[in-house]
């Protein structure tokens, strides 16, 4: 007897998996939403429809078609997958070194993500400066948010617009995200620090570069 593979247990377990990850969009949404500090309005605007429309996706009384999910993930800076992605547990999951995403190793900085996607009220970041190492040779701006840079390990030059501060470990400074900002390791030996910014400012693009589970590639700084 031939088996339809519509109705195959394989197929109906999947499309009960994806039933079930589909619960969760509205509430991703909301929370990325409100994280982002966007009104319903607004996104409403951004996408081309009401905000009773979203209102009502958001709470799981009506559904969405493929189309309007991807517009609402790129007005929220977002890939698709992230309003369908859950992590196992909730919150409570151990990120390991060895697990962190990894930029592109650059100017001897190594740089990894320690926020879990889909990134919601905050991020932050570790980088691990060689001697000599740095953001880049340019200052860079990323929206008008709140950042806070805590030095963990070493000494580093932090430049603010045209302000400099030379900070050692346990040091930390406040200052907008809008402001130029560059850091450079001037120390002796190899530095860390962490960037913590809310609510976040990397989209998907910027989220994108980073490679899964090479927090501890070899030949970087440890």
């Known amino acids: 007897m031939k088996v339809d593979p519509a109705t195959s247990p394989e197929v109906a377990a999947l499309a009960a998996t994806e039933a079930d990850k589909a619960k969760h969009v509205g509430g991703r949404i909301k929370a990325i939403r409100t994280a982002r500090r966007i009104s319903l309005r607004q ?4 996408v081309g429809t009401t905000a009773s ?3 009502q996706l958001e709470r799981n009384l009506s559904g969405a078609s493929a189309s309007t999910l991807m517009r609402i993930a790129a007005a929220l800076d977002l890939g698709i997958n992230d309003l ?29 993500l320690l926020s ?12 691990d400066f060689d001697v000599g190492g740095s953001t880049g040779n340019d200052a860079y701006t990323h ?10 390990k070493g000494t580093v030059e932090l430049t603010l617009a045209d302000e400099r501060f030379v900070m050692n470990e346990g040091d930390s ?5 809008s402001t130029p900002h560059r850091t450079e390791n001037i120390g002796k030996t190899p530095a860390q620090v962490l960037w913590i910014i809310a609510p976040p400012t990397s989209g998907a ?3 994108n570069q980073y490679t899964p589970g090479q927090g501890s590639q070899p030949g970087g700084p440890k």
Do not use: N, W
């Open 43 to 46: 996104l409403a605007d951004m």
């Open 53 to 55: 429309f979203i209102s």
């Open 173 to 177: 400074i406040e200052y907008a995200t």
């Open 84 to 112: 369908f992605e859950q992590t196992e547990g909730g919150f409570h999951k151990v990120l390991t070194r060895a697990d962190r995403p990894l930029l592109p190793i650059s100017h001897g900085c190594r740089k990894t």
């Open 143 to 152: 929206g008008g948010k709140h950042e806070m840079f805590v030095v963990l």
């Open 205 to 207: 693009a910027e989220l």
């Open 116 to 127: 879990r996607r889909p990134i919601h009220e905050f991020e932050v970041y570790s980088g």
